[in-house]
């Protein structure tokens, strides 16, 4: 009940065009869903992230959907970039202070030209 | 802007040898965690810290394992006798306090047990 199940390990999108991550989780205790991008050799850095109170949240050309009752919730990148080649965590968390993450087990993402 | 620091960036290490790996989390932040992530896999909760005593631990967190906040800055973790499998990337992460939920991680250690 823990895991928290990402979608696709790995994605290729032509440059401008728009990613999308998929992420699921059970535990209806969680309510702090953060995204974490990752490059080789370096620690995940926080990108966005939602609560369970908005359906979607968008900084610039990320934006995160949130499906309450599916338990599901997903990352769009518009536009996509050769710089926003990347791994992508999914993770969720029962929020309030000192909570552990969970962690989704992370999409490869390839921008091509 | 603020930031986790972690040294060593690499730690190579032979079997049955302890390490200590050491994070200076963000210096307004109150709650400090140790994750890790085995090459190629996703990352993994160890171990969570607040007001020099652990909150929560995880399976992985065995008796090898111990952490500690030696100082007002620094946070260790300390594996006793080290392992082949204790080979990953270690990151550390703070957050700030208990209604901010962004945590913020390190750039991380490799270590790697021979």
């Known amino acids: 009940q823990q895991q928290v199940k990402q979608s696709p390990q790995s994605l290729i999108v032509q440059k401008g065009g728009i990613s999308i991550i998929n992420c699921a989780y059970e535990n209806t205790a969680f309510d702090y869903f953060p995204w974490y991008q990752q490059f080789p050799g370096k620690g995940p850095a926080l990108l966005i992230a939602?609560?369970?109170?908005?359906s979607e949240k968008k900084e610039g050309r990320f934006t995160i959907s949130f499906n309450k009752s599916a338990k599901q919730f997903s990352l769009h990148i518009m536009d996509s970039q050769p710089g926003d080649s990347a791994t992508y965590f999914c993770?969720?968390?029962?929020?309030?202070?000192?909570?552990?993450?969970?962690f989704g087990t992370g999409t490869r993402l390839t921008i091509i030209p | 802007e603020p930031e986790v620091t972690q040294t060593p960036s690499h730690q190579v290490t032979q079997m049955g040898q302890e390490v200590i790996l050491r994070c200076v989390p963000i210096?307004?932040?109150?709650?400090f965690y140790w994750y890790r992530q085995i090459l190629g896999q996703k990352v993994e909760f160890l171990v969570s810290f607040y007001n020099n005593e652990i909150s929560e631990k995880s399976e992985i967190f065995d008796d090898q394992f111990s952490v500690e906040r030696p100082d007002g800055s620094n946070f260790t973790l300390k594996i006793r006798s080290t392992k082949l499998e204790d080979s990953a990337m270690y990151f550390c992460?703070?957050?700030?306090?208990?209604?901010?939920?962004?945590?913020?991680f390190g750039p991380g250690t490799r270590l790697t047990v021979t």
């Open positions: 939602i609560r369970p109170d908005v």
């Open positions: 992460a703070s957050s700030q306090d208990s209604w901010s939920y962004e945590q913020y």
């Open positions: 993770a969720a968390s029962r929020g309030f202070g000192n909570e552990k993450l969970t």
């Open positions: 210096s307004n932040h109150l709650y």
